[in-house]
Structure formats: C-alpha cells, structure tokens
C-alpha cells in the first residue's frame, strides 16, 4: 500500500509563489510515476504534470513555463515550484503515484487571490 501526503498549499496574491510537496510512505518501489492534478470548483479533475522516476517530466499547456516538477528519490518527495501565479490557478492540488495502480493524495488547497 502506498500513502502519499501534500504539503505548501496556502493563499498567496497573483504573481507570487508556492512549493507543494508530496511525501510518499509504503512499498512504491523504484520505478513508478509522480504527478500533480488540480480541480478547481465546478471543474473536472486535470493533470498539472508529471515526472517518472528517472527524472523526465510532462506539463500541461497551461503549467508549461510557470511550474515545475521534480522529485527526490532518496527523500521520497516530488515537488511543484508553482510561479506567477494566477487567480485561475485557485484548485485543490492532488499528489498522485502510479505503480501497478493509481494512488492519491488528500490534496492541499491552493488559493490565488488579491
């Protein structure tokens, strides 16, 4: 079994900054993928972006440029450098980790506003 934690969300005013983290515990092995998903209210689930255990990432359109992931094998943590934040970027941001399944975090609440 896998349990994965979030950590870093908060409010934060438009243009500015915050790093989420996600904390992996139980048997995940050395070869998986990590990945980051949002959901704003009223809105169905997406990908943020992704990286595998060898370090190669994937982004959405939207998070290219302005996030990025990375993790740390050895702490197993994955991080998301979140900058120039927008208001659209208000969500619950999910950590998730897929091995043979798909597991998920409880998800950290990020919110951008003035």
């Known amino acids: 079994q896998v349990q994965l934690v979030e950590s870093g969300g908060g409010l934060v005013q438009p243009g500015g900054s915050l790093r989420l983290s996600c904390t992996a515990s139980g048997s995940i092995g050395s070869i998986n993928v990590m990945g980051w998903y949002r959901q704003a209210p009223g809105k169905q689930r997406k990908l943020v972006a992704n990286?595998?255990?060898?370090?190669?990432?994937n982004y959405a359109d939207y998070a290219r440029g302005r996030f990025t992931i990375s993790r740390d094998n050895a702490k197993r943590t994955m991080y998301l450098q979140m900058n120039s934040l927008k208001p659209e970027d208000t969500a619950i941001y999910y950590c998730t980790m897929t091995l043979m399944a798909t597991y998920w975090g409880q998800g950290t609440q990020v919110a951008v506003s003035s």
């Open positions: 990286i595998i255990s060898d370090g190669r990432t």
